[in-house]
């Protein structure tokens, strides 16, 4: 309901805002000599993505602002006035951004190159239930076709491995966009995704040895960490973290907190803590950030913190939590 006013809301501003401004935009930017390409990048780990690789040659902005926690959020009437404007619009896809569609049906830009990062990229199911084999051969019948619905894990980013071709995508998309600088945006890209390479390295050579194999998170944000570095994933809430689970979802949690003799709950920047240490305190864990770096906070952009960073503090807080 308040979506669907808010659609119209915002078509009738763009319609009434970009009939007569796109003229005179285009001319005071070729007058102003800045002919860098403008790029929207939807969430954080796109936006890190492609600052890597376009540095000071492109316009970079984000879409979701910092602090925003990005599932189930939507742009503002005037990000989509201004990305009317844009060359490149980078989104991550696999249902992350609910608002992409919108996007792409209201924007008149027909000079828009739209990437979606995790086009070509092999994707992991989520389940509700780990090891449900019931379901998993219902989902076999699905497997072919759309990738694009509420099924697959939308979370590609936090792969060192799948982000190399997530940053491999925003980097085509750039030289498609400016292909002067093709070179510059060629080698950014290679020291990236070698930096990427060794990340991927560090996690291999500190998860593969570790006591424990349980991380029990927020919401599944984790799966393709679980996935690339044989860790199990219990996530309290699902893909999204708005989805509150139910009373005997959390005794379910509590019990396997007590089997397993689980000593950390993870929780994450963005949400409240509050589920994380109910749980906690019920059998007398503790609570350490895991961060999904869906988007981070001014504070943490301000402190210099990136993806890389953050998915080092990561694996700091895994190597610490799983060795116990
Ligand atoms: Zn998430």
Known sequence: MKAKVLSVFLLATVLLMTGCRNDIDKQSQVMSGEGNPVVYASIYPMYDFAKNIGKDKIDLRMVVPAGAEPHDWEPTAKVMVQMEEADVFIYNGVGMETWADNIFTTLANDKL????ASRGIDLLKFHGHEH???????DEEHDEGGHHHGEYDPHVWLDPIRAIKQAENIKDALIQADESNRDFYEANYQEFADKLKALDARYKEALSNVKRKEIVVAHAAFGYIADRYGLEQ??????NPQEEPSAA??????????E???????????????LSEVLANEVGAR????NPIGGLTQEEIDAGKDYITVMEENLETLKAVLGE
């Open 113 to 116: 190159i739209i990437v979606e």
């Open 260 to 274: 397993k003799d689980i000593k950390y709950v993870f929780f994450e920047t963005l949400t409240s803590p509050k």
């Open 234 to 239: 219990i996530p309290v809430s699902g893909l």
């Open 132 to 138: 449900d084999k019931e379901h998993e051969e219902q």
């Open 287 to 290: 609570t350490a950030v895991l």
């Open 249 to 258: 979802k959390l005794v379910q949690i509590t019990q396997l907190l007590r």
